[in-house]
Structures are given as C-alpha cells and as structure tokens.
T-cell receptor, first 115, second 115 residues
C-alpha cells in the first residue's frame, strides 16, 4: 500500500528566509511524487512533480523539491519566502508499480510567511 | 480558474433533499475525478472516470452517485445525505490515466453543508 506523510501541520517562516515543507512517502515500487498548493477558497494548484531523472525538481513560483530515495522524502523548498506563499501545501504520491493506482494525498501543511 | 469550473460554489441542503454538483473542464482532458476535502483530513478520492468510464469507486456510500455523460462534464448526485457529509467537494481532471501519471487540475470546489 502507498502512503504519504506530512509531519508538520503548520510551518511559520519570516519573509525572505528559506522555507522547507516536509514530505515522506511509502510505496512498493518506484514513486511518482507531486506537490500541490491550495489558496483560500480555491482548488489545488499543481506546483511540481518527480517522475524520474534529476533528483532536484524545479516548479512554479520559484519552488523546488528534492527527491531522496534513501530517506524516502520529497521536501518542498524555496530559497526566499514571500508573504503571498502563505497557503496550504499538499504532497501526493503514486506507486509506480504494476497497475494504475490512484494518487494519495497527505493531510497538508499550512505555511504562514510573516512580513 | 477557467480550466475546471464547478457549480454551485456553495450549497446548503437538508438531509432529505436531492441536489447535484456539476463540474466542467475546458482543457481537453479525458480523466475526471471527485474528491472530498474535510478539515484536517487527507484529500479523499471518491470516483475516477477515464474516457467516460468509471475506473475507481473508493467505497463511497450510495447516497453519492456520479455521472459522466462526456469527457468534459462530471456530476455528483446527492440524496439523503448526513451531516458528516458536509465538506468541500473538489473536481479535478487530467489528460488521462496512464502508467506515468499526469498532473491533475482542480476546480475551486463546492462547499456543501448538510443540515
């Protein structure tokens, strides 16, 4: 069975500081990993994904994520946080093993960037 | 968000009512999804359609009935709901379902309150 964990319900960071939102996963095959962001009263928006290749994936709005197979992690990062980055962030995983398994989402991490 | 639209945006219904949620995607995608988002819980996948055929029913109670008349439209028919069904219902679409997953595009959601 596949699963994803976001260990922090809330992350607070000062504007201009680097931010990290953590995600760990568990799959039986190779993982397909995604990050989505949700602003208030909006649906989820795709930020980036890892399918294969380079472990560092660059996405929208200056975000990037690093795939670490040994630590089964896919943490979301940004070098310099903006107040407008404040939102709910979701990590999601799909098992790349046989079959067409659905995407599994984490519970979400609320990021608050303080001016 | 003109890519995936959902109506209504807000719905209040009694437990004996019958109502329907509508989703329309303007992206030329072939897969569509219904999710339930409750506070502090992971996003719950409810149904998946690929080329108008239902491919996933995630043990959803029969009081929720999906309908996919074509690849651009998805409905969720509701009847005799319970208060615990109150949540944000999100529709999403993706190019289709393949071994290597495409990212999903989400609508803004329908905020449902069951009284």
């Amino acid at each position: 069975a596949q699963s994803v964990a976001q260990p922090e319900d809330q992350v607070n960071v000062a504007e201009g500081n680097p931010l990290t939102v953590k995600c760990t996963y568990s799959v039986s095959g190779n993982p397909y990993l995604f990050w989505y962001v949700q602003y208030p009263n909006r649906g989820l928006q795709f930020l980036l994904k890892y399918i294969t290749g380079d472990n560092l994936v660059k996405g929208s709005y200056g975000f990037e994520a690093e795939f670490n197979k040994s630590q089964t992690s896919f943490h979301l990062k940004k070098p310099s946080a903006l107040v407008s980055d404040s939102a709910l962030y979701f990590c999601a995983v799909r098992d790349g093993g046989p079959g067409n398994t659905p995407l599994v989402f984490g519970k979400g991490t609320r990021l608050s960037v303080i001016a | 968000e003109t890519g995936v639209t959902q109506t209504p945006r807000h719905l209040v219904m009694g437990m004996t009512n019958k109502k329907s949620l509508k989703c329309e995607q303007h992206l030329g995608h072939n897969a569509m999804y219904w999710y339930k988002q409750s506070a502090k819980k992971p996003l719950e996948l409810m149904f998946v359609y690929n080329f108008k055929e239902q491919t996933e029913n995630n043990s959803v109670p029969s009081r929720f009935s999906p309908e996919c008349p074509n690849s651009s439209h998805l409905f969720l028919h509701l009847h005799t709901l319970q208060p615990e069904d109150s949540a944000l219902y999100l529709c999403a679409s993706s190019q289709d379902l393949q071994e290597t997953p495409y990212e999903q595009y989400f609508g803004p959601g329908t905020r449902l309150t069951v009284t």
